[in-house]
């Protein structure tokens, strides 16, 4: 069954439709969950193998990024023709595998090479999985339905600072590894034994059109035609550029400016102070942010349908009054009044996910969609995951040091100066509004 436009129709029922999305979400929290965790335990590593904030940068973001980027085309193209489900299945195991892997590190190049391990685990998952949701969904619902994916992120970040922060004070943080690593192994069997290839309901024409498909220089000379894409692909990168580099060095700006002040209050919950703010962080941050990407999600599809330009407006307005507020949370002198501050960004900072996601699918052919996914990641991961936490940490040890001002308000001012990118990302989903009415094809 296809589309009038060529694109593949729902083929499946709307109850497996809704059980297909929430599959993909779990994994997708995993997948979050073993990629962040390492952000509350990063002062607990950098204190037991004694890193630098240099070196938790480059462990928590290049050395996962460079093979995250790296792999994530060449599985996408392989995706655009094989079994999807089997290529999500085998990318959960693969990762799982090595965030256990991450709890046996004895030094700063095992922790990276095991990071490395899970990048190259987690390359397999979101262009096949944007791909086979595109395939599940018709377009009118198709930016609920990513957004409904992607709130893998905020879920899997919340659960991750608040697990990891728990069970790194009661058994350490190598347990923690474990503990997230092991539930991959149940969803790689779930995913590969249940998840439907729409592919192989479709008529045999379409199918032996999909599987010729345009080459890889075909994919990205259209890609590459959609001025669109590289708005949004440079949009969301600067977003990620922030959102990364500040996720990783919120909890230890936290540790180094309110410890005092969160280690007593999280005694009188009887927690230890990781814990505490594990859990703190991973509920202010991660709740919002899941509003923040559900909410977007619904614009998207309300306002887009009548008029495509809203696709860009949402994150562009909500990017731009997000940062007023997070610089006023990093400058107040009260821990608990920083983390309700810090509750709200999330919110405006998450309407992008569903609109710019949705955007991309629907500027490419079907058979380009996990593709265009792959490329988008590429630019994001490489700038945003790659350079962000490396490049925050790299100016919070320039402030700390040379310039005098100590770990505290070295992170502090790192912290801020970049928030501030947010207004280059706004520009660019405003231009790309002025674009996207003329370039959208399915």
């Not at 309300?302 to 997070?326: E, N």
């Amino acid at each position: 069954m296809t589309a009038s436009n060529g694109a593949i129709a729902p083929s499946v029922t709307p109850g497996y439709r809704r059980y297909a999305l929430w599959v993909l979400l779990v994994i997708y929290i995993l997948n979050f969950l073993d990629r962040q965790i390492v952000t509350i335990l990063a002062e607990p590593i950098r204190q037991e193998l004694g890193l630098t904030d240099l070196q938790l940068g480059m462990m928590t973001g290049l050395a996962f990024a460079l093979f995250y980027t790296v792999l994530g085309i060449p599985i996408a193209r392989y995706a655009e023709r094989g079994n999807r489900p089997f290529i999500i299945s085998a990318a959960v195991a693969a990762w799982s595998f090595f965030t256990i892997m991450c709890g046996f590190a004895q030094s700063f190049w095992q922790l990276v090479l095991a990071r490395v391990g899970v990048g190259i685990g987690e390359a397999g998952c979101t262009p096949p999985a944007h791909s086979l949701i595109s395939d599940y969904v018709s377009r009118e619902k198709r930016a609920s339905a990513l957004a409904f994916y992607s709130l893998g992120t905020p879920i899997g970040a919340l659960l991750g600072m608040a697990l990891g922060g728990l069970i790194a004070d009661a058994w350490g943080w190598r347990m923690a590894f474990f503990v997230a690593g092991a539930p991959g192994v149940l969803m790689a069997i779930v995913a590969a034994t249940t998840l439907v290839e729409p592919r192989k309901r479709l008529d045999a024409d379409l199918v032996a059109r999909q599987k010729a498909g345009p080459s890889l220089k075909e994919a990205l000379t259209e890609i590459r035609s959609k001025r669109t894409f590289w708005l949004i692909a440079f949009g969301v990168s600067i977003k990620a550029f922030v959102s990364y580099g500040s996720g990783v060095f919120l909890a230890p700006f936290f540790f180094r400016n309110h410890g005092a002040e969160l280690t007593e209050i999280a005694a009188g919950f009887g927690l230890g102070l990781a814990g505490f703010l594990g859990l703190s962080l991973g509920l202010a941050i991660g709740l919002t942010g899941a509003l923040g990407i559900w909410i977007g999600g619904q614009l998207a599809d309300r306002y887009g349908s009548k008029d495509l330009r809203h696709y860009m407006g949402i994150p562009a307005v909500s990017t731009l009054l997000g940062i007023p507020i997070y610089l006023t949370g990093l400058a107040v002198e009260s821990a608990v009044l920083a983390l309700i501050i810090m509750a709200i960004p999330p919110i405006l900072n998450g309407l992008w996910y569903g609109p710019a996601y949705a955007a991309v699918q629907g500027l490419v052919r079907p058979e380009t969609r996990a593709t265009a996914t792959a490329i988008l990641l590429f630019i994001v991961n490489l700038i945003g995951l790659g350079m962000g936490p490396l490049v925050v940490g790299a100016v919070s040890d320039l402030f700390s040091g040379p310039f005098g001002l100590g770990p505290a308000q070295g992170v502090r001012w790192s912290l801020a100066l970049f928030n501030l990118f947010g207004i280059v990302a706004s520009i660019l989903f405003w231009l790309a509004r002025g674009s996207i009415r003329e370039e959208m094809v399915s």
